[in-house]
Every structure is written in structure tokens, then in C-alpha cells.
């Protein structure tokens, strides 16, 4: 096997006469999960599709002490209650997240679906040590499904509540003897809002899009070496970034009004809420066996952009609206050797750099009659 293997890759395994073993890498090598001394919660893809979770935010649902949080349209996760309420190009929360040991720097690159993935691992707590990049509350890890020479793959659709339609594949086979690639996408979109906008009589809190497509192809010329390269991309589109009202019953002050007493999905705004996220990234990663040292690359460059439209006077009168637009782009290049199992001593040496860049439009604010 090769040593380096791909972050948080894990397994189940059975034991003789005993129950099923969870290997994670929780430590960057492969361990029993009871042998590794942090708080980890380990999600196989079998308990993801048990549960129905198809994206980041269902993930609570079989974590506990875990919250996926979304604010002002990124994607904040808590962790033992550590999180953040700030959101913006160049801004990081205090959880990382990590896709095939990458490290995604935006909180509007993480909306990830789940239809290729293979396990979750959510370590709990600062994790400064291990990991190139600081994270004070703890990291999420998603590791997908590495493609296979045999031809395989999946479909589902699904309709529910609000004429919500969603639909899902996953493929995968052999291009050559040491050549291997799979393809995965999903799509959902929402007919009907939660609410409606009182002042024009469009819904409102509604996905209008959520569409991602990924790519990997795995590249086995030895048994010693193996090269990785993914790709992939996300589009959405909702209005539930900036749906906000007044309390009910509140009184705005003079001259904004009049009274909001709409059912809770509802608002009535004389701006509607929009929120457009797109971005998408590059990355490789190449694994090479020494017998008693494993060495190991990433590489990997990401790119995303959001546009927010929203009502900030929260009320129909025309008096205030806001525009936000943002950009966020990252460079990752991250370097790992590691001792070879059955060392009475293990060690693990890295080298990390990143680079990113975070830039926004000042955020507009019209008034009427200004």
C-alpha cells in the first residue's frame, strides 16, 4: 500500500470473529480510529446514504457537537460551538475544511454534494500541528471515491415538499491497464419558495440552482506510484441570502413600513434577495512508496466569485437596497514524508505553502431619492 495515502482515507475493516475495525488517518497514516488519541467522528458513505445526507449542511444530522451554519451565502461550519458570524472575500472560518487533502480556503467553495463521497472524518478541536493550515475549532476532511478499472456507477432522482427536484450520477472505469477515471454531478432546484415576498409576489427563500460536476483520474504506472488529478466545478443560485424581515408586529421607524405580519418564510421587500455563487478549482496529488519512507505531493489552485443583491431596509417602502460582489482565489502546495509501517517509531515531516488572494466591490447601498 502506499504510504502516503490520501488524507483521511478510511476503512472498514473486520476482524476475526470480532466487529468491524474504522481505519482513519486522522494523523496522516492509517490507524485504528480507536488507537488515534483525538475526538474524531468518523462518516462512512454507507452511513451517508442510511441517513439520506446529500450536502454539507445534513452532516449534523450524524455528528454530534457539529452545526453547518449558513450566513449571508457561505457556508459557516461550528464545531463545540466555535464558529464565526463573518463571511467575505479573503475572510476564513475558524473550521477548515479539507476535499482530498486540500485545504478550501472560501466559505463560498464548500457547498459540496455528496454523491462520490467515500468517508467524513470531523476532528474536534484546534488542529495546528498536523495540518498546514491553523484551525482553531476543528476541520472537517471529505475524501472522495478514487476511480476504478471495473465499469461501474449510479443514478437517482428524487422529487419532494416545494416541487424540490434533485438527480445524481456517479461513473467510473478503465481507460487503460494503469489508467482509471470516474465523473460525478448533481443537480437540484426548487420550484416553489418557503415563502413569498408580500411586496411584489415572488417567492422568496427558494433554490432556484445547485448544480457541481467532478472529475478524478487515477494514474498507476508502478505499484509503488500513484498520481491523482481532480477537477471540479459548483453553480448556484438561490434568494435566500438576504430574505430577512423585521420582527413581526415591530414598527419600522418613519418612513419605512409598513407593519410585516407575513408567516415566517415571508418578507416584504421592495428589493428581491438574489444570491449567485460560482468557482471551481485544479489539483493533483502524487504518492510514491520507498518501502520504509512514503512521499507524498499536493498541488492544487481553486478560484470562486459570489454577487449578493439584498433588501437592508427590510421593508416595501423604497428606501434602501445593497449590492455585495466578491472574489476569492488560492494557491496550495503542500510536501509529506513519512516513516513505513511497522517502525517501533513513527515520524511525520512536511512543508506547507499557500497562497491566496480575496477581493470585493465596496459594497453599494442605494438609496431612493438621494
Do not use: C
Not at 37 to 44: Q, Y
Not at 73 to 100: H, N
Not at 114 to 140: D, H, S, W, Y
Not at 143 to 149: F, L, M, Q, Y
Amino acid at each position: 500500500a502506499i504510504i502516503g495515502a490520501p488524507l483521511a482515507i478510511a476503512q472498514e475493516q473486520a476482524t476475526e470473529g470480532g466487529p468491524q475495525d474504522i481505519i482513519v488517518t486522522a494523523q496522516r497514516r492509517s490507524e485504528r480510529l480507536q488507537d488515534v488519541p483525538i475526538s474524531v467522528a468518523a462518516i462512512t458513505s454507507t452511513q451517508l446514504q442510511s441517513a439520506s445526507v446529500n450536502n454539507l449542511f445534513d452532516v449534523s444530522l450524524l455528528a454530534p457537537g457539529v452545526k453547518i451554519q449558513q450566513y449571508n451565502g457561505g457556508i459557516l461550519p461550528m464545531i463545540r460551538g466555535v464558529s464565526s458570524k463573518i463571511v467575505g472575500a479573503g475572510l476564513e472560518p475558524p473550521i477548515a475544511t479539507y476535499v482530498d487533502g486540500v485545504y478550501i480556503g472560501s466559505p463560498f467553495s464548500t457547498t459540496f454534494s455528496f454523491n462520490n463521497v467515500e468517508r467524513i472524518e470531523i476532528l474536534k478541536g484546534p488542529q495546528g500541528t498536523l495540518f498546514g493550515r491553523n484551525a482553531t475549532g476543528g476541520l472537517i476532511q471529505i475524501v472522495t471515491r478514487d476511480p476504478k478499472h471495473e465499469p461501474g456507477g449510479n443514478l437517482k432522482l428524487t422529487y419532494g415538499n416545494f416541487d424540490t427536484m434533485e438527480g445524481s450520477f456517479y461513473v467510473t472505469g478503465g481507460l487503460s491497464n494503469n489508467l482509471a477515471i470516474d465523473l460525478s454531478g448533481r443537480m437540484s432546484s426548487q420550484d416553489k419558495g418557503w415563502g413569498v415576498n408580500l411586496a411584489n409576489g415572488k417567492d422568496v427563500n427558494k433554490m432556484n440552482h445547485d448544480a457541481g460536476i467532478r472529475s478524478k483520474l487515477l494514474f498507476t504506472p508502478t505499484d509503488a506510484l500513484e498520481l491523482r488529478i481532480t477537477a471540479d466545478y459548483n453553480d448556484m443560485s438561490n434568494s435566500r441570502f438576504g430574505a430577512q424581515r423585521p420582527p413581526r408586529g415591530v414598527v419600522p421607524p418613519s418612513p419605512y413600513g409598513p407593519v410585516f405580519n407575513g408567516d415566517d418564510w415571508d418578507i416584504s421587500s421592495d428589493q428581491q434577495p438574489s444570491f449567485i455563487a460560482k468557482g471551481g478549482g485544479i489539483s493533483s496529488r502524487l504518492d510514491y512508496d520507498l518501502g520504509d519512507v512514503g512521499l507524498a505531493s499536493i498541488t492544487a489552485y481553486r478560484k470562486s466569485r459570489y454577487h449578493g443583491v439584498f433588501d437592508s431596509d427590510y421593508t416595501a417602502y423604497q428606501g434602501r437596497y445593497a449590492d455585495s460582489t466578491g472574489h476569492d482565489e488560492q494557491f496550495s502546495q503542500e510536501l509529506q514524508a513519512q516513516s513505513g509501517k511497522g517502525h517501533g517509531f513513527n515520524w511525520t515531516l512536511g512543508a506547507f505553502y499557500y497562497w491566496a488572494k480575496g477581493r470585493f466591490a465596496p459594497i453599494g447601498t442605494v438609496t431612493y431619492g438621494a
